[in-house]
């Protein structure tokens, strides 16, 4: 006689309690987490899409999602391209996603490095000795150049009436100059 609080063993040989097979919350969590990663998907370029392992049927609903305008369409597309994701090698793309994320974390992080060595440069000779001590086959005299112009730039710019545009082309050019020295 077969009760509904006796463990009854299913296909893959696995019991309705949960023994030898992940929790149902567990599952749930899988689930939305899956969800999550196809939102993630959804607010990607298609440039960047093409780049993902994504199986054709995967791609299209993502792209389909990010067309629909309607806020309902939009969540019934949205769980379908997470139940699409089941499918899907999550772990190879949430690696990629990461990627991107950190790398352009670290893009910003080196550029705001480089415009905290500018404004040290405009501000103080010594900070140049130190840079050619770093980077020992700089051209000096560009770069010297460069830091002139910049600081003549900015002196001219402080004198700007209330209204006028300053001038940004040689502050550019002194950030190019630095990050060419660095690549």
């Given amino acids: 006689m077969h009760s509904d609080h006796q463990n009854s063993v299913d296909e893959g040989g696995f019991d309705e309690n949960g023994y030898d097979r992940p929790s149902k919350s567990q599952v749930k969590r ?3 987490a899956l969800l999550d990663l196809g939102k993630e998907l959804i607010a990607l370029s298609p440039d960047r899409l093409k780049q993902l392992p994504l199986a054709e049927r995967l791609y299209e609903a993502i792209r389909e999602a ?3 305008t309607s806020r309902e369409g939009l969540r019934r597309q949205t769980h379908f391209v997470g139940k699409l994701m089941r499918d899907a ?3 190879v793309i949430r690696a990629q996603l990461d990627t ?3 790398g352009s974390r670290e893009d910003t992080a080196a550029m705001h490095r480089l415009e905290n060595l500018r404004e040290r ?12 001590q770093e980077y020992p086959d700089t ?4 770069l010297r150049a460069v830091i002139r112009a910049a600081r003549k730039e900015a002196q001219q710019n402080a004198a700007l009436a209330q209204g ?5 082309k040689q502050y ?7 990050k060419s020295l660095t690549a």
């Fill in 30 to 32: 899988e689930l939305h």
């Fill in 66 to 68: 990010q067309r629909t």
């Fill in 89 to 91: 090698p999550a772990d």
């Fill in 100 to 102: 991107w994320r950190n």
């Fill in 121 to 132: 440069l405009l501000a103080d000779d010594d900070v140049l000795t130190e840079l050619l």
């Fill in 139 to 142: 051209d000096i005299q560009h």
């Fill in 164 to 168: 006028q545009e300053p001038q940004r």
């Fill in 172 to 178: 550019r050019a002194l950030f190019q100059a630095l």
